[in-house]
């Protein structure tokens, strides 16, 4: 298995080849997808803006990528689950089935064939999964529970956790990143567990990390601006609004942003250009649309409808959204994330 397949399980847990039993209840049953073609910069433009056919990119390309791959990335199935129940296209069974699989995983956890490779494993599941409860069943889930309260006894002193760095951008690079995910995820998660017992010690010690340590970033500073409207302490109102205006500011003329000005980014090829005027692509405008509008900027402000329209504009004849990745041109699989965060932005621009 490839490096770059990180939180890769050593051995499976779940086969999905065979018929399962969601724990919500429901069966699950395996779904044959056709897997979509590689995510390319050459793809036809849609002659129309299709959520249905976003639904069925997302579902193909999530459901082969965690059957072939057994594992999960924050470039395509975590944030899938993310953005997945906002979409009432489609059936949902390909996101029971990706959801299913982390379940197993987390029931496996503490056999020694199914133990986590990495720390952050354990971190990105539990927080993903959390978050996926709030926009689901509205219920923490009991191995969504389990989850966070593993991921609590591998953070470390200062409050972060020892994050996957593979010098590739924006997501598996610092642990500042994993440390900002879990703060969305778990101001998002259901019960309030954010306040409870189990999460008490753990969120102080969070607090006190993002409280001290600056966002590297303006990517990241967003991140922050997104949990700070859930957890208290994160952000001043005024800082908020500073963020705000940093992210309209790099706003590109037809409307989108792209995600090589959020950062200055150095990815795993040297030799890889990284072009912060590049054309604006489905990661920076969804991801930065989605986020001011988590902040309170009104749908109809001129920046926003401005973004909209760009998406509108810009889906691909697959129902995807293109972005170039920060590392490699091989595959660009934050096309895939970049299409989750188009749909969460256009789905908060209703």
């Not at 050593?10 to 997808?33: C, H, N, R």
Request: hydrophobic residues 35%.
């Amino acid at each position: 298995m490839k490096a770059h397949h990180w939180l890769a399980s050593l051995i499976a847990v779940a086969v999905l080849a065979t018929t399962q039993v969601q724990s919500f209840g429901q069966e699950v049953k395996p779904v044959d997808l056709p897997k979509p073609k590689p995510n390319s910069a050459d793809e036809p433009m849609a002659p129309k803006l299709s959520l249905a056919k976003s639904a069925e990119f997302l579902d193909a390309v999530n459901v082969n990528w965690t059957s072939d791959k057994k594992c999960g990335t924050c470039h395509t199935n975590y944030p899938y689950l993310m953005a997945r129940p906002v979409l009432k296209e489609g059936a949902m069974a390909g996101h029971d089935e990706v959801r299913k699989f982390f379940e197993e995983r987390i029931a496996g956890w503490e056999t020694d064939k199914g133990k986590p490779r990495w720390d952050t494993e354990v971190v990105a599941t539990a927080a993903t999964l959390a978050f996926n409860d709030a926009h689901t069943t509205g219920k923490l889930h009991p191995l969504t529970k389990k989850a966070l309260d593993k991921m609590w006894t591998l953070q470390q002193k200062n409050g972060a956790w020892n994050w996957l760095k593979c010098t590739w951008p924006p997501f598996e690079h610092d642990d500042y990143y994993g440390a900002v995910f879990v703060a969305v995820c778990v101001g998002h998660a259901p019960d309030n567990y954010a306040a409870s017992d189990s999460a008490k010690d753990g969120m102080a010690k969070l607090r006190d990390y993002l409280q001290k340590t600056p966002a590297p970033d303006i990517h990241h500073k967003a991140w922050l601006m997104w949990a700070s409207l859930k957890l208290d302490g994160l952000m001043t109102k005024e800082q908020r609004e500073q963020t705000v205006k940093e992210l309209l500011a790099l706003q590109r003329p037809d409307g989108g942003w792209n995600l090589p000005s959020l950062g200055d980014w150095k990815g795993k090829d040297p030799n890889h250009v990284i072009d912060k005027n590049a054309p604006s692509d489905g990661y920076g405008t969804g991801f930065v649309v989605h986020v001011l509008r988590q902040a309170g900027v009104p749908a109809k402000n001129e920046a926003i409808q401005k973004g909209v329209k760009w998406l509108q504009t810009n889906q691909r004849e697959s129902g995807r959204w293109y972005t170039r990745s920060l590392n490699t041109d091989k595959h660009h699989y934050i096309t895939n994330a970049g299409t989750a965060y188009a749909i969460l932005a256009l789905k908060a621009c209703e």
